[in-house]
Nanobody
Framework: VQLVESGGGLVQAGGSLRLSCAASGITFSINSMGWYRQAPGKQREPVALIISGGSTSYADSVKGRFTISRDNANAYLQMNNLKPEDTAVYSC?????????WGKGALVTVAS
């Protein structure tokens, strides 16, 4: 599965962005899709996950502000009330059985 993120950019604190992750290839085998982020100098961390059937989970730091959704082979991350600490490279992944594929990421910068 190939993944391409889009929708990153610069936004003021309190603003919103919507990230998209377009999957191509053998997408029917995808069990779950997730969003992760890596801030400068920090390790990559999970942000949100959506599994087949629609169940979702979120990191505590984004609950109530971010919403993950999926439409066939695409995943989305709606980010509201953004904070400077949300600044990071956001990457999506797709899990198909024992295989996990990753996109290259999209930079989100939140200015204070």
């Amino acid at each position: 599965v190939q993944l391409v993120e889009s929708g990153g950019g610069l936004v003021q604190a309190g603003g919103s962005l919507r990230l998209s992750c377009a999957a191509s290839g053998i997408t029917f085998s995808i069990n779950s899709m997730g969003w992760y982020r890596q801030a400068p100098g920090k390790q990559r961390e999970p942000v949100a996950l959506i599994i087949s059937g629609g169940s979702t989970s979120y990191a505590d730091s984004v609950k109530g502000r971010f919403t993950i959704s999926r439409d066939n082979a695409n995943a989305y991350l709606q980010m509201n009330n953004l904070k400077p600490e949300d600044t990071a490279v956001y990457s999506c992944n797709a899990v198909s059985g024992f295989v996990t594929d990753w996109g290259k990421g999209a930079l989100v910068t939140v200015a204070s």
